[in-house]
């Protein structure tokens, strides 16, 4: 019996190579979000509340935590787990917990989309914006993501998985 070698650089193999490489590069530049630096300072953007007052970014004169919620994604599961914790040290802080639904920006839509009890904690703090916008604002390819401003609208901390002992930290000013 004889045996053939295999061969890992044919043509078709090499083809498979290069889809399965891009598709990788694909996935891992559409997973990483590229926000400005910390310090900077974010362009004002217009905001909106449910029941339609509107305002910008820059009126809010405390520091403020910006999250970007999509349920939908795997990462979503820690903000599940944690919105009730970064509620309360949005609370205990004094500061404006602003959260943002990767859906149609309609009050209806907005509402249905954290329908779920256990996002019932978060209703308050929904908000309404141009996504896209925001988006480039704040360097966003994949949601969720979490940010906090300062006073002054400079970025102080921004993270995919945000950790809530990080966050205290720097609400402390360490």
């Known amino acids: 019996m004889v045996m053939r070698s295999a ?31 910390l310090y900077t300072v974010i362009p004002n953007f217009e905001v909106k509340a449910l029941d339609g007052y509107s305002f910008h970014i820059s009126d809010i004169k405390l520091k403020k935590i910006i999250i970007f919620f999509n ?7 820690f903000y599940k787990k944690n919105l009730a914790e970064i509620v309360y040290l949005a609370e205990k802080n004094n500061l404006y917990l602003i959260v943002f639904v990767k859906t149609k920006q309609d009050k209806n839509s907005l509402l249905k989309y954290v329908s779920d009890k ?3 904690l978060i ?9 896209k916008n925001v988006e480039k604002v704040f360097g966003i390819n994949s949601w969720p993501f979490m940010v906090i401003l300062d006073e002054n609208n400079r970025i102080i901390y921004a993270a995919k998985v945000p950790v809530i002992k990080e966050i205290k930290r720097v609400l402390r000013g360490e």
């Not at 349920?71 to 599961?77: L, Q, R, Y």
């Not at 209703?123 to 996504?131: G, P, R």
């Open 7 to 37: 061969r890992y650089f044919s043509g078709k193999n090499i083809l498979v190579f290069i889809l399965v490489a891009y598709a990788f590069y694909y996935l891992y530049k559409y997973r990483q979000n590229d926000p400005p630096p």
């Open 71 to 77: 349920k939908k994604n795997i990462f979503s599961t």
């Open 118 to 120: 256990s996002y019932k």
């Open 123 to 131: 209703e308050k703090h929904l908000y309404l914006t141009n996504i």
